[in-house]
């Protein structure tokens, strides 16, 4: 096993910088059994897969003293079947009131949190169809965001309320009904209308259209909206005593809006800490391709947790400090150099919100790469030996207790060693890839090909073992579907060198970049003994340190 050195107040310190990732585990909320309400939220039902989001238009009305929630949702679909039954999610206490189609009430069945409606009979299939969701309550209080999600209800150091949602685990259900399965996103996007107190400023996805003040009830309703396709979970609200700057910036495709909303007090911190919004902008686009969303703009919002990925709404709690906390995950110092919540937040606008996986055990898809987006900015800033030390300080945080993908169909997800695991696999499979230009190319071709698409473990498996010539099917099965990480053994006495990989499943064959005496050379181990030819006795056998494997010299000496 590789050892890493450590003092005990080091050591005391990388525990400390794992839990936060590892309450990641506790995103969805799964206890190790199978509900029927999971299978229900979970699998592509007959009454979801008949019709095709088009849009939402969320209206609501915000009431910080009561801390309720109330309003509809204006769901317009394209009919691709012939069932009738509509499924939407609506987490308690929640409670959907009522729905309408075409001014008619319309018959609910209840199972769960999950409400079938009875549509009307005989929409035409490739008709666009409207039904009107009615709901209210008090949605549940999020007690740690935003791994456990809900809303949030504070007040700011002037006592003035500070309101967020935040839902990736457990579901923008938990707050407004809706097609809570990653499968589907609305094509055309959300209008976002919000009513809150005249005193506030509420700030949601994509662009403000209009603000209007209702002075009799002394409130004002904000109109957003987003023009892209966008999931669920990344549908947000933020209220509170917001004050705005922005800036322009010169992108890949065009003149790319950046606004920032900041509490009133902190505009100074903001004004400087957020400068790390354009550097890593710049960055990604370099490695990932154009930014996703430019219709709806980029923002960067204060929330009072630490921070969430909501499509062109990124939220930020970090108190106005570089690392994650203030702290360096990688233990490496490379932590340090930029603002952790800004720069993995806003990766997450091209893997989870440009590319999204279509069910949750495959959500490595969103924070694996994103976890690797930070060791692409420090790369594109600082270089490579920042970065590739980052990356391979990030394995003091990986577990290993389970396998990165989760179970299908049933809203599971796998380990939290989905980020720092998994992006040391894409760190491995660069290696293997041995071609830089090839490995930008690759990654920026999964954001052309899977643009604004809802994807599969499988399809990205094969677009990059497509792109880049390398048979990776074995890698990927070993890294994201076992727990194990991969033991080279090796057997070296006088003029003998053998082989082999241990601790994988059948058939590994993974390549590996070795240096014997010096002279790099590639190895093919399988899980069966090889024989490696070598010129001299008892050579020097250094395995290259950016493959993430463990190593074992089975003579010990």
């Known amino acids: 096993m590789k050892k890493f050195p450590l003092s ?27 509900t029927r309400q999971d299978v229900l939220r979970g699998s592509i039902t007959p009454e979801r897969q008949w019709w095709d989001l088009s849009h939402y238009h969320l209206a609501i009305e915000v009431d910080p003293s009561t801390r ?50 009875h549509t009307l009979n005989n929409s035409p299939i490739g008709s666009e169809q409207q039904v009107v969701l ?51 996103e609305p094509d055309r996007g959300i209008k976002m209308s919000v009513e809150v107190p005249e005193h506030l400023v509420d700030v949601s996805n994509g662009r403000l259209l209009s603000i209007d003040h209702n002075k009799e009830k002394q ?23 917001y004050v705005h700057f922005g800036e322009k910036y010169q992108g890949e495709k065009g003149v790319l809006d950046m606004d920032y909303w900041v509490l009133r007090d902190n505009l100074k911190k903001a004004q400087e800490q957020f400068k790390d919004a354009k550097r890593t902008i710049e960055a990604l686009e370099h490695w990932f391709g154009p930014y996703p969303f430019y219709e709806d703009s980029y923002k960067l919002v204060e929330a009072p947790y630490l921070g969430m990925e909501h499509q062109s709404s990124v939220t930020y709690g970090n108190g106005y400090q570089n690392g994650y906390l203030g702290r360096d995950r990688s233990l490496t110092g490379a932590g340090m150099l930029f603002d952790f919540i800004i720069v993995h937040e806003t990766g997450h606008e091209w893997f989870a919100n440009n590319i999204t996986s279509k069910d949750i055990a495959d959500m490595w898809i969103h924070e ?7 060791s692409l900015f420090l790369e594109y800033h600082y270089g490579k030996e920042a970065a590739f030390g980052y990356t391979r300080g990030q394995r003091i945080n990986i577990q290993n207790q389970k396998p990165i993908i989760g179970e299908y169909h049933v809203h599971s997800e796998g380990s939290s060693d989905m980020y720092d695991k998994g992006g040391n696999m894409l760190h491995t499979i660069r290696q293997i890839v041995n071609n830089d230009d090839l490995w930008r190319e690759t990654l920026r071709g ?24 390398k048979l990776l099917s074995n890698i990927f099965d070993q890294y994201l579907r076992d727990n194990r990480v991969p033991t080279l053994e090796y057997f070296l006495k006088g003029e003998q060198l053998r082989v082999r990989w241990s601790n994988v499943k059948s058939g590994f064959d993974m390549p590996v970049k070795v240096k ?19 010129s001299q006795k008892d050579p020097t056998f250094v395995v290259d340190k950016n493959f993430y494997i463990n190593i074992m010299n089975i003579l010990g000496n």
């Open 368 to 374: 694996s790469f994103t976890n690797y987006s930070e």
């Open 219 to 241: 409130t004002k309703t904000y109109h957003w909206q987003v023009v892209n396709p966008i999931n669920n979970y990344g549908v947000n609200i933020n209220i509170g005593d």
């Open 516 to 534: 014997i005496n010096d002279k790099m050379q590639w190895l093919s181990p399988t899980t069966s003994w090889t024989n490696v030819q070598i």
């Open 68 to 117: 309720t929630i109330a309003g509809t949702n204006t769901v317009s679909y394209r009919v691709i079947g012939n069932t009738d039954r509509l499924q939407i999610e609506l987490q308690p206490p929640m409670k959907l009131t009522k729905a309408t189609q075409k001014g008619q009430v319309l018959n609910i069945d209840q199972d769960g949190y999950s409400y079938f409606i």
């Open 8 to 34: 005990l107040l080091a050591l005391t310190t990388a525990l400390t910088l794992q839990s936060p990732i590892t309450m990641a585990d506790n995103l969805f909320g799964t206890n190790g059994e199978t």
């Open 134 to 184: 009615h709901f209210s309550g008090k949605p549940q209080v999020a007690k740690r965001a935003p791994w456990d999600g809900g809303i949030t209800w504070k007040k700011d150091s002037n006592g003035i309320d500070f309101i967020a949602s935040s839902n990736q685990g457990i579901g923008a259900s938990i707050w407004w009904p809706n097609k809570d399965h990653g499968y589907d």
């Open 446 to 469: 999964l954001g052309k090909q899977f643009y604004h698409q809802t994807v599969t473990t499988q399809q990205i498996e094969q677009y990059m073992e497509n792109k880049t010539g």
